[in-house]
């Protein structure tokens, strides 16, 4: 009873994300349930029973992160970013490609993506650099934790895997943005991007520019990336105001959808249940990321403010440019939607991260 | 919202409140797509995806097409007729459906259930059952059932001079039936990809891109709406340097023979006519007929023996080893040997063609006596003799454009210690001095190899490319040997004498009056012997090189016989430039 009393005390504010997470796992096997069906016939049993295994290993590793003190991220910073380094490495030499891009890792029958490892190891290397005061220089305040990012998202972006290294250049952006580091450095280094994206293009495999290409005209190739788009939109439109229904979604039941049950289990989603059930969904996330964000005016030590931060970006980007891409309004970069996508690598790591931001909350009450 | 980052960062309340705007900005930014397609849009969407079906209807493209060098046509895309059906629409009546078709096309039903499966992409795409019926077939079935198919007309590959040109050409396969082997390389399974000859090694330039229209339909099939085009885009057309005139000459003076018949411009190595004996027909690769009785045939017809096989060259190597003699100064021109018609070493006795008594080098090449050329190589010695072999390229390949082609062999007597831990014997420099043993090299190989003693000592790089589409492809690579113009003429003029002299071992082509240089070659083997001839013409300037090779033939005379046919044709119909 006491423990209880304890844990509940613990949580004291942190209920809301704990529920809201919850639910979200809930929406995530109902879904999961509807876009394996084919035909009016469930075909992917053996899918949902892995999702659910992986719901609760997920669940295990956030109780585990929660007990550890985030000030080891602090100490093991280099060796954790070292560590992601030789998995994403891993990968070209062991690795396994899926949908023409190599980068997942096999692991006694389940396949990780070491890409997601980095995202964390970035968050949490950022956190450790920006919790410095900023040396003067451009060099050292902005170059250093800079060109760690930098080697990770290009050795990603090789894998090839544009949407994780486009995320992790951006959370890290935005982590530097919010911190004292000089705000001019930012300006020219967006410059200098600018400049540089034509050269970059060369170095896109050729699906990526397609994807990209057709994210400005889908009907450039209807048959090809741009269909994935326009199915899309007529799903979520035809969802209309309250949905189709459970299991009623045309759309999603004939096949129209490619990766339905991994980037696109939002157009399920929003197809079956309509803008209510859009709207619950991005409450929810919105809750979430709100909640996290909130603890940032509590917090005392520099390194878990950035950590916080990094942690509510992540989860903000990632929600974003997901929805964002079923709609149109980004283009289709293979992104998972966090707690509702199919896939074990993203659950753990949003997990993981999750972890780590309730052991700050639970030392910034 | 005033952001000051002096003051120290966990006092600032604001910050947190900025990165919560943030957010629900970027979340009504959402919200308000999503209402306009959901609440604004949505009867309209709706519409889109119930009432009406997406159907992806492929276009596709033309393969370029092949000419010959004059442009007559070998090989191009003729349209054939399939049907297709919609696998949501006939979900329920699939297998009556088929039952029906397979008695009125008159196709097995068990086909039509294999293309379905083999073929089936998606709920909405059309999918091929019945391939390749005629127009009529396939109207008549699409007035029967007008809901459930789809007359889809796809182009096919048709090869017009097909035994002729079957090496050369090669053929096209469906992706789809290497579909998994060529998925990661990004292939559409209804794309057509080169598996053999021009057809492969030009693939990236013949190859189309396919497209297709988005189309929505109503429940009756018939197109209400269109969403999306994308054009198709035909491949290169390829002309190549074959004359097909003359490639069917070629062939006719084969009949049952086997081996292989080689016709280059002898300064630019571009192939006129290239031709291996027994020949396939690669239209049953497109039909997807049987083919076992091809891959069976004990004669392998889908060997290219002129660049795909190996073989002793017998007494072609002689102009060869001339010419090494007279460039490491062995030899002069009126160096004699005295032949009795055999050479003894210890206790092995070394044969020749005849007793050819005091023979100068001229007359040795034009009898091609091997006693004088077993002095030769005896003088030479086997290092000497595999340098120039390897400098004549015999044992490299001659990067003709087409694929799988295979490298000779020469033999050096550290090859011989390492293989078979033997030391190199005099009697193995004897035997190599004649194009006997361990020596092998492609009938092109040896083609080039001589082809250079016309063209001044130059090696060239074949090929059968003209152009690709409009552009001329004035592709010239050429090596050089350097041997010196007085011994190229000794060699050449000992060629020159197999043919004119009377008692030249290829006096046969003397009538045809062509000025022809060349030499003969009977290849000993385990059962019967190989047959050659490499010569060139005219004699004063050579335009042209040409190789006849005959498999287990019998002798140089049956090779012979085939060169005498096959010039003598060419001659007849004005084929070649006799000046």
Known sequence: ?365 | MKFNIKKSFYDNKSLPKLLKRIVLVAFIILLVVLFNYQAINGSYYLKRAENNYVRAIPLYSLRGSIFDRNGTVLARDQASFNLAVFPYQIKNEKDILFKKLSEEAGISEKIIHKNYEENISGYFSPTNIIFDVSKETALILKEKYPKSLLVNSAPQRKYLKPLELAHILGYVKKASSLQSQFKKYGYKPLERIGIYGIEQYYDSYLQGQDGGDLVEVDVSGNVVGFLGRKKPVSGNDIFLTIDSKIQKFAKNSFAKKRGSLILLESGSGKIIALYSSPSFDPNLFIAGDNLTSLYKNKFSPLFNRAIQGAFPIGSLIKPLLATAGLEEDKIEPETTFNCKGRLNLGNNIFRCSGSHGIQNLEQALAHSCNVYFYNLGLRLGPENISHWLKAFGLDSKTFIDIPYEKKGFVPTPKWKKEKFGQSWYSGDTLNLSIGQGYLHTTPLAITIAINAIANNGYLVEPTLLKKIGEEETSYLFKKSINISQKNINIVKNGLRKTVSKNSGTARMLKNLSLGICGKTGTAQTSGKSHGWFVGFFPYKNPKYTVSVFLEKGGSSYQALRVVYNFLSNLKQNNLIEVK
């Open chain 1, 1 to 365: 009873m006491f423990y209880l009393k304890k844990i509940t005390r613990e949580l004291s504010g942190l209920k809301t994300i704990i529920f809201s997470v919850i639910l979200l796992n809930l929406i995530s096997v109902i879904s999961l349930y509807s876009s394996l069906h084919q035909q009016g016939q469930f075909v992917g049993e053996a899918l949902l029973n892995k999702q659910i295994i992986w719901i609760i290993i997920a669940w295990l590793i956030f109780i585990i992160f929660n007990y550890i003190n985030y000030r080891l991220y602090y100490n093991l910073a280099f060796f954790i970013y070292a560590f992601s380094l030789i998995l994403i490495g891993a990968v070209y030499f062991i690795g396994y490609e899926a949908m023409g891009a190599q980068r997942w890792l096999s692991l006694g029958g389940f396949t990780f993506q070491p890409s997601e490892l980095a995202k964390i190891a970035i968050i949490i290397i950022m956190a450790r650099f920006l919790s410095h005061p900023p040396a003067n220089s451009f060099l050292k305040s902005f170059c250093l934790p800079f060109s760690f990012v930098g080697l990770s998202a290009l050795i990603i972006l090789k894998q090839p895997d544009l949407g994780t290294a486009i995320l992790v250049a951006l959370i890290a952006f935005t982590m530097g943005l919010f911190s004292k580091i000089n705000k001019k450095y930012f300006i020219w280094i967006l410059i200098l991007v600018l400049i540089a994206a034509p050269f970059s293009w060369n170095m896109l495999k050729s699906y990526q520019q397609k994807r990209l290409t057709t994210f400005i005209n889908p009907n450039i190739d209807p048959l090809g990336s741009g269909y994935t788009i326009i199915q899309s939109k007529i799903a979520i439109g035809s969802g209309q105001l309250f949905g189709k229904g459970f299991l009623a979604g045309t759309q999603n039941q004939f096949n129209f959808l490619p990766e339905r049950h991994t980037d696109f289990i939002f157009t399920v989603i929003a197809e079956e249940w309509g803008f209510l059930g859009s709207l619950f969904i991005l409450l929810l996330y919105w809750l979430i990321i709100k909640k996290i964000f909130d603890k940032l005016k509590k917090i005392r030590d520099p390194f878990a403010y950035y950590l916080t931060l990094g942690i509510g970006v992540y989860f903000f980007l990632h929600v974003f440019i997901n929805i964002g891409m079923t709609l149109g309004v980004f283009p289709v970069v293979g992104l998972p939607l966090i707690f509702i996508s199919y896939g074990g690598s993203h659950l753990i790591s949003t997990f993981i991260l999750l972890g780590i931001f309730f052991n700050i909350s639970r030392n910034y009450r």
